[in-house]
Structures are given as C-alpha cells and as structure tokens.
C-alpha cells in the first residue's frame, strides 16, 4: 500500500487503526474478487463472497435482492424507553465492466473482456470490512441504538432492459424503506491517497444517453448532387448541438452534451444513406437537463429542411447524485472526529453519473470519494486501472465512522 502513513489520520482514531490492522485481509478480499469480475446482474460469485463475510459475523443475510443484491442488518439494541433508534443503510456495488484488463499484475482479471476497471471490487471488500468493525463495535456495546443496513448492489454500470439499473431496482425492492439516512463512498483512482473528499448538495451529475439517426439518400460520390448526404448533415448535427450548449445553456451553469459514436456509409465512393449517433448528456440542475434535450433536438430536426429523416431517442439515465444538507454536515463533522479532521477535505462536483442518485432521492444520502491514486494516477474505465489499496481501510472506516455518527445524531 503506497500512502500506508497518510490513512493514519491522528493519533486517537482506534476506529481506523482498527480498520488498518484488517487491512491486509481486505487488500486480499479485493484483489480476489478483480481476479474473478462480474458484469452487471450477473455477480453471483462476488454476491456469495458478500453473503459468507456477513454470515460470518452472525449476521441474518438477503439474497438475490434485485437479481444479485445482498442485504443484512445489524440491529444495536433498544434505547431505555424501548426506542429502536434509527435506521442508517451502508451502500456497496459489485459489477465489473466489459473491458479488457492490460495490466500485469499477479491479481489481474482472470476473466477474458471483463475487468474490475472503476474500483467496485474495492468497494464490495470496503464494506466488507465496515460491517466487521460495526459488529465489533456493537458487541463492545459502543454503538448507539438503531439498526444498520448493509446494501451489496448489483449493476451500477448499465441499466437492465428496462432500463433500469441496480440501485433502482434496489429501491424498488424495498430496501430503503424505513431508512432514515443513507451513506456510498466511490474509490477515487485521481485523488491523492489517504482523504476522504465531500460536499453538501449536487456531486455527480445526471445523464441521458443520445442515439441519433440520420438519413439521407444515397449516391455517386462524383454526383452528389442526386443524393442526401447522411455525414454531412450528421456532421452538421454535431456542431449545432454544440452551438445550442454554448447558448443556451447560461455559462454559470453546468451542462455538456458529448457524441461518442458515429457509424454510416457502405463505401468510400458513395453518398452514406444513413448514419447512427450515440452519445451522451449530463447536468445538475433540471432547467438545465431541459435545455440540452430541447437543443440536441432542434439541432437535429433542423436537418429536415435539408431533405434528411432524422430520429433522436434520448433514453433517461441517472438523475443526479445530491448530497443531503443536514445528514452531509454531520457526516463531515462526525469522521473529521473519528479520522481526522485533516483526513476529510472539500470535494468538487464532477460530470461523472453514479445510480447511488436512486438511493439518495429515496433516503437523505451521503456519497463521498476515498483517495486513492497510485504516484502514476490510472483512469477510471480504462484497462489499466488500478488503485492505492490503502484506501480500503480508510474507506472501510469512513463508512463505519459515518454509520456511527448517525446513529449517535438520531434522524438525519
């Protein structure tokens, strides 16, 4: 673990010190689970990990919550007046992505085109480890009373047939009923190891994916004249969304629109008769998702006037992750005392889009990023990703210190 020092934090945190001395346990849970990835849905391996370490600990395990989703609780005790306390949810995902893994490491991907590539093996063992502190915690009787919940989700790297992710589906499954608060945390591969990083409000943005069909009429590339042509207009397309972010959208404000495929044409020497676009949209605020619909629309449909059929589908992604106010704050508060306060820093909103948005609108929640770049940062999705494993007992105890916290505060 390259940044050992910088997860001490000060020296009276015994909940991270506890979390430290497990560490060489969880480094070796996560890099058993990015030796044997899972695609979304499909995580039954990493699921039964999940459910053995719970039922390791005594606890009462869920299986098979919204396809693969794994669920148990922890219940504190009572409060004198026979008061069950609040109920605080601790969110893990579990999916690995259809990306080839590059690197040479002795725990790489064992599984041909798929990989571990945005930390979410790291994420199922940080968890992991939580629940062994928290039970700890209570047999010590050092928790106040309530009940914590620990949510192993399927999916939050694609969306099912219907459209749905895991997180969604989770919510529908019920298990955030009854939940007064609850806490995610994201491994971040481009932050310097050994922080915690968050923010009140708006942190990961919302999305929608963009599929655009242009068509034309097909030619003679000398003659094109007789024909419509798809890429050009296609290529108009593009521009003209730009054009509409820029001017539509008011420049205090967040939003961006990026096309990430185009495919058309049969040959070199003829006129493409229809061309297909995939992309993307992102955003914060609603006036804001509005604008980049209604511009990726226009922008299109204004084709028609040059002889194209054109089809825009914008399918609905992930609304916006957006940090609770009053549970945020004493979150902050609350790790700052068992970390650290030098441990927890101020994070910044990015474009990224996360399904913990689902969990968040259903709950007041709480997401934050754990530093965890190597001296040589890897990118997220890319197959040379890889992390600082310190950051696994730091997130661990990060989640537990929030957990705690709560319980502590009472309702969010």
């Not at 997860?7 to 070796?28: D, F, K, N």
């Not at 999940?50 to 922890?74: F, H, S």
């Not at 004493?330 to 700052?336: D, F, H, N, Q």
Request: with cysteine; proline share 6%.
């Amino acid at each position: 673990m390259e940044n050992d020092e910088a997860t001490r934090g000060s020296a009276s945190s015994p909940l991270l010190e506890q979390s430290r001395e497990m560490a060489p346990e969880l480094v070796e849970l996560r890099r058993d689970l990015h030796r044997h990835p899972e695609l979304s849905f499909q995580e039954e391996r990493t699921a039964g990990v999940a459910a053995r370490a719970l039922n390791e600990l005594g606890l009462e395990v869920r299986q098979g919550v919204a396809g693969t989703g794994v669920v148990a609780d922890l219940v504190t005790g009572r409060g004198p007046g026979g008061d069950e306390g609040p109920t605080v949810a601790l969110r893990g995902d579990m999916d690995a992505l259809p990306i080839q893994e590059e690197n040479d490491l002795p725990y790489a991907s064992s599984v041909p085109g798929v990989m571990h590539a945005c930390g979410h093996d790291a994420h199922t063992a940080s968890l992991v480890g939580a629940a062994r502190l928290l039970v700890a915690e209570a047999a010590a009787g050092s928790l106040p009373p309530g009940r914590i919940r620990f949510l192993f989700q399927p999916a939050e790297e694609r969306m099912d047939e219907e459209g749905k992710s895991g997180g969604r589906r989770m919510v529908e499954a019920g298990v955030l009923e009854g939940v007064d608060a609850v806490v995610g945390a994201h491994v971040g591969a481009h932050l310097p190891a050994g922080r915690i990083y968050l923010r009140e409000g708006p942190l990961f943005a919302g999305s929608d994916e963009l599929v655009v069909t242009v068509r034309g009429r097909s030619a003679h590339a000398a003659r094109p004249h007789e024909g419509v042509d798809a890429v050009v207009l296609a290529a108009q397309g593009v521009l003209a969304v730009q054009q509409a972010v820029a001017r539509k959208v008011d420049p205090m404000e967040s939003g961006v629109v990026t096309f990430g495929t185009i495919h058309g044409g049969t040959a070199m020497n003829v006129l493409a008769e229809e061309v297909t676009l995939t992309g993307t949209l992102r955003y914060f605020r609603e006036e804001v998702h509005e604008a980049l619909r209604s511009g990726v629309q226009g922008a299109f449909r204004a084709l028609e006037a040059q002889g194209a059929g054109v089809e825009v589908r914008i399918v609905p992604g992930y609304p916006p992750v957006v940090n609770h106010g009053a549970t945020t704050r004493k979150v902050r508060k609350g790790l700052g005392e068992i970390l650290g306060s030098e441990l927890v820093q101020d994070a910044e909103p990015g474009m990224l889009a996360e399904d913990f948005s689902y969990m968040a609108q259903a709950a007041p929640g709480v997401f934050f990023w754990v530093g965890a770049g190597l001296p040589d940062p890897r990118r997220h999705h890319d197959g040379c990703f890889d992390i600082d494993e310190s950051a696994l007992p730091l997130a661990a105890a990060a989640l537990a210190g929030a957990a705690k916290t709560l319980l502590e505060e009472g309702e969010a």
